[in-house]
């Protein structure tokens, strides 16, 4: 079982930065495929990824404006997000995924907004 628990989230205006930080429980975090998605109003959308080995994947609508890093000595994953949009307000959750076990945070709160 994983525990994970974001934080970072919060009100920003349009063309700042929020740092998201999810921090996981266990002692196979160094192995887990972690990830961002987001929820607005609709499903949830897949953000970001990155492996184990810190290959990386983004959706479209943040390449270049969001960054995804982990730190396994800490067991915590980060999104950095950049030049943020109105269009980037969700909720925004973490996920643990390790062959057939995924995991998920509870959410936590961006808005972008003037």
């Known amino acids: 079982q994983v525990q994970l628990v974001e934080s970072g989230g919060g009100l920003v205006q349009p063309g700042g930065s929020l740092r998201l930080s999810c921090a996981a429980s266990?002692?196979?975090?160094?192995?887990?495929?972690m990830g961002w998605y987001r929820q607005a109003p609709g499903k949830r959308a897949l953000v970001a990824t990155i492996?184990?080995?810190?290959?990386?994947n983004y959706a479209d609508f943040v390449k270049g404006r969001f960054t995804i890093s982990r730190d396994n000595a800490k067991n915590t994953v980060y999104l950095q997000m950049d030049s943020l949009k109105p269009e980037d307000t969700a909720v925004y959750y973490c996920?643990?995924?390790?062959?057939?076990?995924?995991?998920w945070g509870q959410g936590t709160q961006v808005t972008v907004s003037s």
């Open positions: 266990g002692s196979i975090f160094s192995h887990y495929v």
């Open positions: 996920n643990a995924h390790y062959g057939s076990y995924v995991f």
């Open positions: 492996t184990a080995d810190g290959s990386t």
